[in-house]
Structure formats: C-alpha cells, structure tokens
C-alpha cells in the first residue's frame, strides 16, 4: 500500500472514531431524556418506538454538526471559542425536530415528543463539550499517556494575578508538554489572596518572592502582566538575585490581547524590559501616508538606527528603498537581511560615502528619491574628541551637501537623526551634530523641501552603546568599567526610537527639531548592576564595576528637555518641538565657511575642538545657537 493511502486510511478511521464517539454521545443523551422524563421508567409506547424515532433525531443533529463545522474540530484544541458552534448546532437540531413534531403529529416513530427534545438538546450539549473537555484532560494532564510529558518538570512560579497571568498558565499547562509545572501565583492585590487561577492559588505578595522560591523549590519565576512597571521588572529581577533563580516574562502585550501567547514565547527578562516605558500606539496610518508608494533614501542603512530604519520602512510599502552605506560589511548583512525576507519592494543597496558629493549626486539623479532620512554620522564621543576634522567632515559639511542636493532634485522631506548631545554640547560629536542642526534649519528658507531633525539619547544595543560592552565584558570575565557612580543616561529601544522618528517625520512642515520624550534618566552604574544580575552573576560579588572617570567630552548629565518652558507639544505624547530659532542666514554662511577652515588646516586636536565650540557662541539676534 502507498504512503498516500495510509495516510488517507489514517485521516478516514481517526474521523470515524469521533463521528462514533459523537453517535453514543447522542445515543446516550436521548436515552437520558427518556428516562428523566418518565422517573427511569419505561414509556409506555416502549422502547422500540425510541429506538426508532432515534434514527430520525440522529440524521438530523449529525447534519447540524456537520452544517456547523463541529466535525472539523480537533478535540484536543476545543476551547471557549468554539462553544457557540455547538450551541447552534443543537439549537438548529432541536428546532428542526420541534418543527418535525408540529407537521407529523401522529407518527411518534418520525419525532420525539417536545420535553423530551428540550431535555436532549441541554444533555446533548453538555455530553459533546464534555467528551472534548475529559480528552483534553487525558491528552494533556498530569496523567497523559505521552512518555516524554512524564519527564521532569521545571516548576514555575507566575508573578502577576490578572488576565495576562491566566492566559500564562493556561498555556503553560496546555502546551508546554509539562515541562513546565506552574506552582502558584504571586500579586500585590490583597483582594487575590488565596484566590484561585487555572486551579493554581495565589500564594503571596511579590516581596513573598524569596520565601515562595524556597518553599515550593521554583526554578523559573515568569512576570505575567499586561504593561509591567520598570520598577516592577527590577524588584523581580533582584528578588529573583537573591535566591538565585531565572527571571522570565511573557511577549508583548498586543499578542497576549489577541490571545496568541505559546509557552515557547515566554523568554528571559532583557535589560529593555527593565528600562522600557509604557509603549504608545504608534499612528501607523500617517507614516504610511508619508512613505507608502513613494522613494526612500536611507543614509548610514548599515547601522544600528539606520538599520531599523530600513526594516520599518520597508512595512509601510515604499516604491523603492535605497540604501545609502559607506561599510561595505554593514551594507552586505543588511542588504541580506532584507532578501531573506524576501520583500517584495524593490531595494537598492548603494556603497557610497555621504561626503562624496559628485557619488551622491549621482544617486539622487538615478533614483529619484522623495524622502531622505539621514541616519549617517560619526558619533562616538571619545573617539570625536581625538579626530575633531573627521567629525565636522561628516557631521556638518556631509550634511549640508547632502541637504543642498535634496534641494535640487526635488526631495519633499529631509530628516536628520540627531542626539541628545546636541543640547548645550560640550563634546566635539554634540558641536557636529548641533551644527549640522543649524545646517539643515537654514535650507528651510531656499526651497520647498521640508527640513527636520529628531533629537533622542542612547539606544539600546546600538553599536559603541555601554549594554553590548557590558556584556562583552561579562562574557569574557572582566570588571564593568563605569566612567562615574553619577553618570545618568536616556535610553530608548531601537524600534521604539525609529519608529517615534517616522512618526516626527510625518508631523515634519520645515525647519523643526523635533525631540522625544525618553522617560527618566538612568544611572550607568545601575544598569551594569541589573545587566550582571540578568547574567546569572551577582553585581560587586562575582563581577566587580570599576569607575574610570569621565572622558573628554562627557557631562553627568545629558539634557533633553520637553518642558513647557523649552518645547511645544504635538499631536503625540511623545514627540515635541523644541523652541530653539533658527540661525540668521550670515550667521550660517559665516560658520560653514569656518567649518571648512578648520578641516583645510587641521592641527591639533584640542586647538580645533576650541575652535570648533566657539562657533556655537554666534548670536542670531541675541538667540544663540548652542540649542
């Protein structure tokens, strides 16, 4: 016999064995009904007549079954959801035998009598869902006829009593093989207390961590919870420290709304979670309205930011993306990425160094592109102190150029990615990237290109950021070096910044600096200890944190202000414009004609960077231009 029919024999006798098990279902409910009407005795028509009237009410709640999608149903992922199939199969079969007993009033063997079908219909229904229900519990209980679901389990504790925490363990114990055994619940909500989830009781308060760990031997402890609070993450995660077992946490919250969570999803708690906020509803209709259909230019689409710039772009259906890179190693693992995906928008990957005008001359000509968000930079701070010709090069006069081409070819929005550092700078990469600002603020004036730039802080997991060296340093068993026990930092997730950049785009009439509001400051050395702890290590015990001091061009503090005193509110929560004038027009010429002095004589390092902060001393009616 071919493979073919085997299968086909297998499908056909599994389908069988439901549609019989379905028929005794129905035989016995009948019978029931029969015998709760008549007090268990026999109906004195007898039970020949019944057995043949059963024949009618069998065709007629088997084609109910079937005209419901109920036979299509796999036993074993029967749920709430389809409930109501079975109800209205029921419902449409006992109306149909009703209507049966209203036009053949005196053939008894062709209809059961009206008490007798109301009586079946609520033992039918209870009999077929509870058949699925008893296999469920076979299938997937603690007594489960699979070998490998008879191994040893991991047990997990759930912190977080509500609907996110229900959705956990249900899924825990329907999926996970047993694997996973849930122990109980913790919630700070008294009124929970002992209450019971999924037949699991809330055992404690969260401060109960260390004590429920110990009592119940947990070795997972899994944050269930819609939306959780930084500071909750981080009370788990050293609570969890302390008795040394793995922090967990359920995927995001849209997929638990829909209902999608699978216990492979749950993951290990990433510093993200213990610096996130409360995620915005992005306004996903206006960036698709702003990129759909059109031609986008990605500067820097290699890097961090510029490469999760390419991947939501892409979302939004652009005509064409290009993909402007000077790495050529950056440019080829995005570049393959996006192939990977197998996207169906048509993508251009360009190897071209932005300050190269004649280069980006050509690909302005060659693809026409309507939206340019520049994402390319030097920006890393130390490294811009020491080499302060390289960052007016790119920084600036890049900037500039690239703005002026934008001009001649038509380009109907401009946006720039800038920094934090920007405000008030006092390092050589914050000057760069202010006056680049000022570059930009002032082609406002030349054409119909809408000019903007979006101000935010550090990102997490970017290239040269303070997370991947921690980690390194951890993974190769080194003290974490932090350069003050003061030093505090913004920190935003990639997607979360790119996508509040897109948004700030489409918002974007000409000559704005936008600026995104990142929550509360962090301190470095904070981070580093929360970093070690997620690691499995305990932070000052089995990883020192050493401070190194601040380095040329550092501040304690960054600022990034959206106060009423220095910024407008938007139409979104999170992104505002700072007040900051643009710069007179001779003021401007007179600094870019300074910024190409200093990268034609060059010199020393320190005499440039002076140099360079003086520029930002230039007054524009009394309104300085440091930002």
Known sequence: MSEKWKFRLLVWGGRAWCFLADTAVMLAAYIAAFLLRFDFQEPWWGWRRVAVSFITVWIVQSAAMTLFGCNKLLWRYVSLVDVPRFVGAVMASTATLLAARLLFPDHMSLRPPYSISFFNSILLLGGLLGMRLLWRFVVEGDFAFDPAKRGRSRRALLVGAGAAGNLAARELNRQSGRRVQVVGFLDDDPAKYHAEIQGHAVLGRIDDLPQVVRRHAVEDVIVSMVRVPRDVIRRVVRLCEQVHVTARIVPGYYELLEGTLSASRIRDVDVSDLLG???????????????????????????????????????????????????????????????????????????????????????????????????????????????????????????????????????????????????????????????????????????????????????????????????????????????????????????????????????????????????????????????????????????????????????????????????????????????????????????????????????????????????????????????
């Open 277 to 627: 906020r409360e995620e915005s509803k992005p306004d996903v209709k206006s960036v698709v309205d702003l990129l759909g259909g059109r031609r986008v230019l990605i500067t820097g689409a290699g890097g961090s930011i510029g490469s999760e710039l390419v991947r939501q772009v892409l979302r939004t259906g652009p005509e064409l993306l290009v993909m402007v890179e000077r790495s050529e190693n950056s440019l080829y693992e995005i570049e393959r990425e996006i192939r990977k995906l197998g996207s169906e928008t048509p993508v251009a990957a360009v190897l071209a160094d932005v300050g190269e005008r004649d280069r980006m001359a050509e690909i302005f000509l060659k693809h026409k592109p309507a939206v340019v968000i520049h994402a390319a930079a030097h920006k890393h701070v130390p490294l811009m102190e020491q080499n302060p010709v390289e960052a007016v090069k790119n920084n600036v006069l890049a900037t500039r150029s690239l703005g002026e081409l934008a001009l001649e070819h038509g380009v109907e929005r401009f946006v720039l990615i800038s920094t934090d550092k920007a405000v008030r700078p006092v390092s050589v990469m914050g000057a760069t990237k202010r006056l680049a600002e000022v570059a930009l603020q002032d082609l406002n004036r030349l054409g119909k290109t809408y000019f903007s730039a979006v101000r935010f802080g550090n990102v997490l997991g970017s290239s040269g950021s303070v997370v991947p060296l921690f980690r390194d340093q951890i993974g190769k068993g080194e003290a974490l070096t932090v350069t003050h026990p003061e030093m505090k930092r913004y920190f935003m997730t990639i997607a979360e910044a790119v996508s509040l950049v897109l948004q700030a785009a489409a918002l974007a009439k000409g000559g704005e600096i936008f600026v995104l509001d990142m929550g509360e400051p962090v301190r470095i050395v904070e981070l580093a200890e929360e970093i070690v702890a997620l690691s499995g290590l305990r932070p000052h015990v089995d990883v020192p944190i050493v401070f190194t001091g601040i380095r040329p061009g550092e501040k304690l503090f960054e600022e990034l202000d959206v106060s009423e005193r220095s910024a407008y509110k938007t139409g979104h929560a999170r992104i505002y414009v700072s007040k900051i004038k643009s710069a007179a027009e001779m003021d401007v010429v007179r600094m870019l004609d300074d910024c190409r002095g200093i990268c034609a004589r060059g010199g020393e390092a320190d005499g440039l960077r002076a140099d360079l902060l003086g520029l930002l001393t230039m007054e524009n009616n009394g309104n300085g231009v440091c930002g």
